[in-house]
Each structure stands twice: as structure tokens, then as C-alpha cells.
């Protein structure tokens, strides 16, 4: 960090190993970046508009000014060389054309001038009628400059002829704030204060350009966000420029946008790229979206501010749609209807119908596939004032609330009222989990109702928040009710517990939230802000402990720039957060090992893994020559040809058993501490070990009846305990897979053994699971 200056910071400009800042009051700072310390520090007599480094001048920096004039300063010794005189106009943008000594310098009145520093001389200059020059490239291998404007428009120039070459008109919706050419290449990179950054390419047969790639996001801020599908890729966003956009969670490719609403497409799309379409509609306020039919129809309904209109859009084809669901008594302008807007919707689950709610108190059904109108709910209105519309999933129950306090229950196909309930204050807004039935229904007085559809009643109320609330969303087990409000804060709700888990305090309010179909995100829309912002869910990469917390326990959170970065990848971990250690050993219950199961789940089926890992037909050793050939006793040196092999008769000597490690400390063990050691030992070995170890017990193997009785003893010890309970078992299977027939002949074996199914844990933990299950089961159903 850089820290030293008195102003606002105006420009920024890294030179070799140095970065040079110029803030509002004329210091000019010379950094050194590698150790942040200052180098330099020079005080400037004109306001800096713009800095350049000329190419082959060693240690310099010219800069331009307000008042029209540059200066050529050497930021070594800090002195000024010379002193350019300029054109009586501010100085916007500075750039070294391919000539040696030659700088193109953009002015405000739109000139651009290529001048020679070395002789102070202009060479030629242009002027481009679409104000003043924002930036300044040079395509070298062309021959081409190019400049940008505060329009938008990209103005391409042949310095050849000494004309204009091409344009790109309305490039971008907002001034060209950068322009750079990349070398050796024919392509060009525009990037804007629209929240765009564009490459084109030069490939046109008269020598123009096209748009190559795009990266955008909204031009405005987002109002409303909301995953769309069962994978959580997708983010649906529509913004105060009146689109609609995809952002997709895993990569930038994916993005997409379906343009701007317009009342008349395919006239909009005559226009061209104009900004300033008279038929493009208010921005969208809400929207609601639904997989089912997206290969079919539209699969989006939007609401729009201001305007009884509701559009309908295509995820599938990424574009708006051909209908527009408004009903005949707002076409017609009747006296005391102006000023009627749709206020809420809701997409059934089928993917056919869509209920829309209007300020005026009226809910309208519509056909999607058709966009035609299907009946109206409440005669003469349903509310005074529609704040929310819910449809269940199988289409049975429709529920509405409004500004009278009261949540109405309809009938979806037959349009009569069932029920109503009544709440503690003014419907501000729904949301809602299919899945499980829940309404959260957020109220007028900053509190927040969760309604059961299937026992209409409320279930949960929750209490906190000190504004306005903006927004509702489920997690996606129904478990978690996240909220926003203006008092810029995020609240998460545990619903089984009714208490809140997780305040967090952001720099603006969060506008709308939406939490993915996975579980893995809760992405959010903020105020004054262009982007979207994801939220990973730490629960699931590491433990932590959800415990009902207060207003103290608020922590501030800035939000993140874009992008990520290396630490950003780590899961951050609450050092405060008190860490829970179990106990060793809990009574009556019993404990596994914690081992991974592959150690104690393959002993049982080794022969089988060794089987079938053995080759089908193992590999034939060469014939081989024996070392000492028999020969014939003669004159001549022949071979015994005719000689049979002869039967070693050789005795071998009889191997000695030896007994194993384990085997003589198993046969020293008398305390219970001496057998809990040697289970130590049998843990750390893998699995052909621990099958050879048992094995070798039997008196077949080498070993002796009393290893045998000595092992029944370590199981039986361990078993007291109740811990290991996995291991035992898998143990005890393998000892009496290989020593059953030795057990049967010593009385004092199946003793010990009897002494260990004493100690059957699983029969006593079995009986509880099946008493849990019946009071479960009993509950259900009373």
C-alpha cells in the first residue's frame, strides 16, 4: 500500500519498476514498487490530464495539462527539460505513434495531433466531429490510428491517405475509456464505463471491423436475481437498463444477455445499437422463471416498473418473447386506471399459467403457451393493493396477499376464495419453497411470517431486521430462511429452531438475494452496484457451529471486487468460534475406530481380492540350459544324451516355525493395558498383514491353543469398552473364519467366546434405533 497523498488520486501510471501518481493539487509521486517506499515527489504548476512515457527517451515523462500545455520532466534528477507551448486546449490522452520522436496527443476540442518532440513540430493532425478523443492507438502493421470518443462511437483513421478509414458507430453505450491495439495482430480492445469490454477484429472486406468477443454485465445496477434450474449455473438478472441477463457460476463464457425490453422488437432491433430507444419499456422489477417448459414456450415472466404490461421471455432461445399479458380494462384508459401497474407473478410449476398482481387490486390468470387472458381472481378485486401471488405445485391452491393485512387462499381452477388468514401487518413481499409447502410472507413492519400452504397457518415468525426488507430466499432443504433489508444487513434464520444464526453487515443494502438449487452459494445484488456477488457456503467445507447468536454478534463485511484471488479459495475459519471436542467415550453408546473402511471392510474378502487380481495365466519362466552338463568319459568330448534325470534324494531340512512379533507379545500380556497396546498395533497394520497375524495363530499355521485363547482375551477386553466397535466385529469374523475348526475342540475357546457376545452392543443400540423409530412413527401419525 501507497500511502502519502494530501488529494484525490487523478492519475496512475507505471513506469519500469515504478509507479508515478499525480493527485488534484499537482504532487506528482515517484513510487518504488517492490518496496513501497517513495523514490520521488515533484510539484506540478498545472492540473495533469494526461502521462506518457516516449519511447527511446530514457528516464522521461511527458505530461499534459488543463491548460494546454505538456511539459517533458526527467523523474531522475526531478528537473523539467522542456516545455510544449500546446494548442490552447485541454489535453485528454497521450500516446507514442510508431515514428521515432513522434507522440499523438488527443485534445478536448477533438484534434489529434502528431507532433515531433525532438524538433517541437507538428507533422499532420485530424479532427473527429464525435467530441472530444477519450484514447488513442495505433495498428501499426496497418498503418492505422484509432481513436475513441465520449459517444461511444470508435473512429478508425488511414494515416497514409490522411482520412478516415472506418467507424464503429455506438461501440459502446457510454464514453470509450479504453483503447489499446494488440501487437502484430488485427485486433483492437474498447473497453467502457458501460460495464463492457469488446475485441475487434479487422476482418471486413473493406477493411472495418466486427465485434470478435464481449464480456458485459448490466449497464445499470441489478434489481432482481434468481438462479434458474436444478444445477446452480445459472443466475438470471435483470437491471435498471432493462435487460435481462444469464451470469453463469463457472465460467464467463456461458453469459449471455436477452436483450432490452422493448415494446416493439423488431423495430428496436432496425435501430441498431441506439441507447436512446423511445420504444424500449421501464426497467424489470421482478420476475419469476420455471424449467418445465423451456424447450416448449416462454419459460419467464417479467414485471415491469410502472406499467400494467407483463412480458414474457425464452430462456431457450435467449431472447424476449412474442407476448405481452396485459388485460383489456388496462388497455383501454379508463378514467381513474392511470397509473396501474403490475406488482408481483408467479410461473406455475407446470410451466402453462401465470398469475400476475396489479396495484389496482386485480389478479389476472393467463395462458403462457397462448398469452391469453384465463380469469380473474376477486370480484370486483382481490386486495387494495397486490403484493404477492403464490401458486402450489399441483396447481390447487393459489395464495395472494396485499396491503389489507390479509393472506386470501383461492381456488386455482375455479377462482373462488376458500380462506383467508389474517396477519399482524401489510403484505411487503413473497417468497416461497415448493418443495416443502413454506410461504415466508415479509411484512410492512420489518418482520417476517412463514406460512404452512397445506395447514395454512403460521408457523414461524422472525423479528430483527430495522427496514424496509428487500428480499426472501430458501436454502434448498427449506432449513434456512435468508432475508435483506435496508439496513444493509443479511440475516440467515435456522426455521426448525426459529432463531437467527447469521447476521452480516454490508457496505450497501442487498437489493435481492437467491440461493442456489445446490446449496453451494447465495449470490446477492446490491444498491449502486453492477455486479453480482457469491457467497460460498462454509458448511459445507468444514464444521461450523450454527448457534443462535444476537445483534452484538454482527460482523461487517466488505463486499469483494471482481474477480478472485489465491487466498480467496481458502475457506475462512471463525477464530472465535468455539471448538466442540467430543469425549473418548460416551456411556452406553459405542464408538467406531474412525479408520477409513477399506482397512477393516477388505480382511473379510482378501482371498477374493487376491484372486481376482491374479492373472489369468501367470507368466512362463525360459527354458533354461542346466548349468553343469553330463558328459561321456572317451577321447572325444560328447554330451550324455542319454542320461536320465536323477531322483535328488537329498532330505531337506524341516524349516523352524518362528513365531511373530506380535505372537510373543500377545503370549506376555496379562493386563488389560498389555491388550490394549497390542489392538494399538493391529490398527496400524494394513489388511495382508492382519490376515497373516490371525492366521498364523492357528496351530496349523505354527501357532498354539493358547494364542488362540490369549486373542479371544484382547477381543474380549476391548470389547468391554465399547470402542473400536467396527474393528472388533471385522476381527472377530476373521479369527473364526481361520481358526473355527481349532476353537471346536477346546471347551475353554467357545468360554471365551460366549464371554464375548456378553458384550453385544449393536443388540442394545439396535433396540434404541427401533424405539426412536416407533415415537417418530407415532408422532406422524397423531
Given amino acids: 500500500m501507497y500511502t502519502g497523498h494530501k488529494a484525490a488520486i487523478k492519475l496512475l501510471f507505471p513506469f519500469a519498476a515504478n509507479l508515478v501518481s499525480i493527485d488534484e493539487s499537482g504532487v506528482l509521486k515517484i513510487w518504488d514498487v517492490k518496496s513501497e517506499s517513495l523514490y520521488k515527489e515533484i510539484q506540478l504548476d498545472f492540473t495533469a490530464t494526461a ?3 516516449p519511447p527511446t527517451y530514457t528516464n522521461k515523462l511527458l505530461i499534459g495539462s488543463a491548460e494546454g500545455k505538456l511539459q517533458l520532466w526527467n523523474i531522475k534528477t526531478g528537473s523539467m527539460i522542456y516545455e510544449f507551448k500546446g494548442w490552447n486546449s485541454c489535453v485528454t490522452s497521450l500516446e507514442p505513434a510508431p515514428a521515432e520522436d513522434m507522440m499523438a496527443i488527443g485534445l478536448s476540442n477533438g484534434k489529434i495531433i502528431l507532433h515531433n518532440l525532438k524538433f517541437d513540430v507538428t507533422n499532420i493532425s485530424f479532427t473527429q466531429d464525435w467530441g472530444s478523443v477519450t484514447r488513442i492507438s495505433f495498428l501499426i502493421k496497418r498503418q492505422l490510428m484509432i481513436t475513441g470518443s465520449p459517444k461511444g462511437t470508435v473512429v478508425v483513421w488511414n494515416l497514409e491517405e490522411g482520412k478516415v478509414d472506418s467507424l464503429i458507430i455506438k461501440a459502446h453505450h457510454g464514453p470509450v475509456s479504453g483503447l489499446q491495439c494488440l501487437p ?10 458501460d460495464n463492457s469490454l469488446k475485441m475487434w477484429r479487422f476482418d471486413m472486406s473493406d477493411g472495418s471491423a466486427s465485434l470478435f468477443k464481449i464480456r458485459e454485465g448490466h449497464f445499470k445496477p441489478p434489481v432482481s436475481i434468481r438462479f434458474h434450474g436444478t444445477d446452480g449455473a445459472s443466475i438470471l438478472s435483470s437491471g435498471n437498463d432493462s435487460s435481462l441477463r444469464v451470469f453463469n457460476t463457472v465460467t464467463e463464457i456461458a453469459n449471455k444477455s436477452f436483450g432490452r425490453a422493448s415494446y416493439n422488437r423488431k423495430a428496436s432491433k432496425k435501430k441498431g445499437n441506439k441507447w436512446a430507444d423511445p420504444l424500449i419499456m421501464p426497467p424489470i422489477s421482478t420476475f419469476t422463471s420455471e424449467t418445465t417448459r423451456d424447450k416448449e414456450w416462454d419459460s419467464i415472466v417479467a414485471v415491469h416498473r410502472g406499467i400494467p404490461t407483463v412480458t414474457t421471455w425464452s430462456f431457450d432461445k435467449s431472447k424476449m418473447g412474442e407476448h405481452k399479458l396485459c388485460h383489456e380494462r388496462f388497455k383501454k384508459n379508463v378514467s381513474g386506471q392511470k397509473g396501474i401497474s403490475a406488482t408481483c407473478a408467479c410461473l406455475t410449476h407446470c410451466g402453462n399459467f401465470a398469475v400476475v398482481g396489479y396495484s389496482s387490486g386485480h389478479i389476472d390468470k393467463y395462458n403462457i403457451q397462448s398469452g391469453l387472458h384465463r380469469g380473474t381472481y376477486g370480484e370486483p378485486i382481490a386486495h387494495k393493493y397486490v403484493r404477492g401471488v403464490y401458486v402450489d ?12 393485512t390479509f393472506l386470501k387462499f383461492w381456488n386455482f381452477k375455479k377462482l373462488n376464495l376458500l380462506s383467508k388468514l389474517e396477519l399482524e401487518d401489510t403484505v411487503s413481499l413473497f417468497s416461497w419453497h415448493t418443495e416443502s409447502s413454506f410461504l415466508a410472507v415479509a411484512l410492512d413492519n420489518y418482520n417476517i411470517s412463514l406460512v404452512d400452504i397445506d395447514t395454512r397457518t403460521i408457523i414461524r415468525k422472525f423479528t430483527g431486521h430495522r427496514g424496509p426488507l428487500t428480499d426472501l430466499t430458501f436454502s434448498p432443504d427449506s432449513r434456512w430462511l435468508v432475508s435483506s433489508a435496508m439496513d444493509s444487513t443479511i440475516r440467515t434464520w435456522d426455521i426448525p429452531s426459529s432463531s437467527m444464526i447469521d447476521i452480516l453487515k454490508v457496505d450497501t443494502p442487498c437489493v435481492s438475494l437467491t440461493f442456489s438449487p445446490t446449496g453451494s452459494y447465495l449470490a446477492t445484488a446490491h444498491a449502486d452496484r453492477l455486479g453480482i456477488y457469491l457467497w460460498f457456503n462454509k458448511t459445507l467445507y468444514n464444521h461450523v457451529s450454527l448457534r443462535p447468536i444476537t445483534e452484538e454478534d454482527q460482523i461487517t463485511e466488505p463486499l469483494p471486487l471482481t474477480g478472485i484471488n489465491q487466498e480467496s479459495l481458502e475457506c475462512p475459519i471463525d477464530e472465535d468460534t468455539d471448538e466442540y471436542i467430543s469425549k473418548g467415550q460416551i456411556e452406553n453408546t459405542i464408538t467406531m475406530s474412525g479408520l477409513n473402511d477399506a482397512r477393516w471392510q477388505s480382511i473379510l474378502n482378501l482371498d477374493a481380492v487376491k484372486k481376482r487380481n491374479k492373472p489369468v495365466q501367470p507368466p512362463k519362466a525360459p527354458a533354461a540350459a542346466p548349468f553343469f552338463l553330463p558328459t561321456i568319459q572317451s577321447v572325444d568330448f560328447q554330451f550324455d544324451l542319454n542320461r536320465d534325470s536323477q531322483t535328488d534324494t537329498n532330505t531337506k531340512i524341516p524349516e523352524t516355525v518362528m513365531q511373530t512379533v506380535f505372537a510373543q507379545q500377545l503370549l506376555k ?18 489388511p495382508s498383514a492382519l490376515n497373516y ?8 499355521a505354527g501357532g498354539t491353543y493358547e494364542l488362540i485363547i490369549k486373542f479371544l482375551n484382547l477381543l474380549n477386553e476391548i470389547s468391554i469398552k465399547n470402542k473400536d466397535f467396527e474393528l472388533i466385529q471385522s476381527y472377530l469374523g476373521v479369527f473364526l473364519k481361520y481358526n473355527g475348526r481349532a476353537l471346536a475342540q477346546r471347551p475353554e475357546a467357545i468360554n471365551s467366546i460366549e464371554e464375548i457376545s456378553k458384550h453385544n452392543a449393536w443388540e442394545h443400540l439396535q433396540n434404541n434405533f427401533l424405539l426412536c423409530l416407533s415415537i417418530i412413527e407415532y408422532m406422524k401419525n397423531n
Avoid at 502484430?184 to 464505463?193: A, F, G, I, K, Y
Avoid at 493395558?673 to 489392538?679: G, I, M, S, V
Avoid at 497375524?693 to 496349523?700: G, K
Wanted: glycine residues 6%; charged residues 20%.
Fill in 184 to 193: 502484430d495482430e488485427p485486433l483492437l480492445v474498447t473497453s467502457s464505463s
Fill in 669 to 686: 500380556a496379562t493386563s488389560s493395558q498389555d491388550y490394549q497396546n497390542l489392538f494399538d498395533q493391529l490398527k496400524l497394520m494394513g
Fill in 693 to 700: 497375524e490371525v492366521r498364523s495363530l492357528s496351530p496349523e
Fill in 393 to 404: 405445485t399441483l396447481n390447487q391452491i393459489m395464495v395472494s396477499g396485499g396491503s389489507d
Fill in 51 to 53: 502521462i506518457c512515457h
